[in-house]
């Protein structure tokens, strides 16, 4: 499905062609149908191994140092700052992974106090548009480079000091939306994130992929060893985009990452 450009942005929808496909079997089902009612049964019953389970979210408990990370894509920097700023606060936030950061944005959110809450920041601010991004810590970071190549836009990685010591790796994810002219870059954007890692820090990968559970290339890279921390949550349906428009959010496309050695609650 993902080699057509125009069908890509339609996978995102999947949770609602689900709903549409009971829809359909309730309607063949009225018209003694049986042939159709067989076939749209099964139908159903693969969506719904596909999509109930993001409702439901698993029992591993989450052992270790809490770590609260939170993702915001600030829609071309014209996200209202004081309601991030109060988020963070009341969600008693550590990390901080921003899409869309332009310098005007970084300086409403100076000024809202995000600084006095995270005062560690790695920022790639650019004048407009979605380019622009950044990563605010409660607890002291540097940026580390060459764990990979971004295919999009700005997609800085840093290391945070936890206390005691321990490092964890945060990386901030934005690939390009895929629209028909650039679902190739898209896909390689999504393709050249950084696989899960077996040994050295955690890693944390966070921001908007512009990518559902339901595209092959996110499965591919959550199939090297993260765990979406929504979907393991029971929170894998709540939607994300869009936001601030006439239309209410309708897909799950901004998503934190975690790896096997970190648990999601």
């Keep these: 499905v993902e080699s057509g450009a125009f069908l890509v942005p339609l996978v995102s929808f999947t949770p609602y062609f689900a709903v549409a496909a009971l829809v359909v079997l309730g309607i063949v089902a009225l018209l003694r149908c049986r042939a159709a009612v067989a076939v749209m049964a099964v139908v159903c019953a693969c969506l719904a191994w596909l999509v109930v389970p993001r409702a439901i979210g698993g029992d591993a408990p989450a052992h270790g140092r ?36 332009t310098f005007s944005a970084r300086d409403r959110l100076a000024e809202a106090g995000l600084e006095g809450m995270l005062p560690y920041q790695i920022s790639r601010p650019e004048p407009r548009g979605p380019e622009g991004s950044g990563v605010y810590s409660r607890h002291p970071l540097r940026e580390r480079t060459g764990l990979f190549r971004p295919v999009g836009h700005h997609m800085p990685v840093a290391e945070v000091s936890l206390p005691g010591g321990s490092p964890v790796e945060v ?26 890692p077996t040994s050295g820090p955690p890693r944390v990968l966070a921001g908007d992929f512009n990518a559902t559970l339901d595209h092959a290339v996110f499965r591919r890279l959550l199939a090297t060893g993260y765990t979406d921390a929504a979907d393991a949550t029971g929170q894998g ?15 799950t496309i901004d998503h934190v990452l975690t790896d096997a050695r970190a648990g999601a609650c």
């Design 66 to 101: 809490p770590l609260r990370v939170l993702t915001v894509n600030l829609n071309g920097g014209r996200g209202d700052a004081a309601v991030l700023a109060d988020l963070v606060r009341r969600l008693d936030v550590d990390v901080l992974s921003v899409q869309e950061l």
């Design 171 to 196: 990386v901030v994810v934005h690939p390009v939306a895929p629209v028909p002219s650039t679902v190739p870059e898209w896909h390689a954007g999504v393709a050249a994130l950084p696989p899960a």
């Design 237 to 251: 349906l709540v939607p994300t985009w869009p936001h601030g428009r006439s239309l209410p959010p309708l897909v």
